[in-house]
């Protein structure tokens, strides 16, 4: 039987476990780009210091990136690798840059269990800074919408 002292326990748990994740994302993988926390903060503009170090989330709807509809390349912001063509990009109506699928060897994927859910976060593949995450409730021809958060990279516009 479910009482609440068993629950107010599982919750203290979820909580100490959330307290003690780490300060950097990723941090058991070696990336060819590396830094020191001290040197990304001088890197980073604070909100993207979060989102790609720290594994934070950008408000919905606050990124001029979830309008950007030009032709071009979408990289990361810590690093400046070329993550997401527009070709693959739609609009998902969550309020985050979405994506069917990312460039060849740009981004890798690992567990994230925060919060209590299962998820699969994504990251770069060059310097290892969180972008978002993956759902599998995307559009043909993957199936797949790579949820990012537009702080976490910059727009490179393909001349016409």
Known sequence: MIT???LLQGAA???????AAPETVF?????????????????LTP???????????????TSPLND??????????GCDLDLFSSTTKFDSGTGWPSFWAPLEKAVGTEDDTSFGMVRTAVHCARCGGHLG????D???PTGLRYCM????????PVAA
């Open 149 to 156: 958060n537009g702080v976490a990279m910059t727009f490179k």
């Open 13 to 19: 748990g979820v909580a100490i476990v959330a307290a």
């Open 47 to 61: 909100d993207q210091f979060v989102v790609l170090r720290q594994a934070g989330t950008e408000r919905p709807f």
């Open 133 to 136: 995450h993956v759902f599998d």
């Open 27 to 43: 941090a058991a993988q070696t990336f060819e780009v590396t830094h020191t926390d001290e040197e990304w903060r001088k890197l």
């Open 138 to 140: 995307g559009p043909k």
């Open 68 to 77: 950007e509809h030009r032709r071009g390349n979408f990289a990361c912001a």
């Open 4 to 6: 609440r002292r068993f």
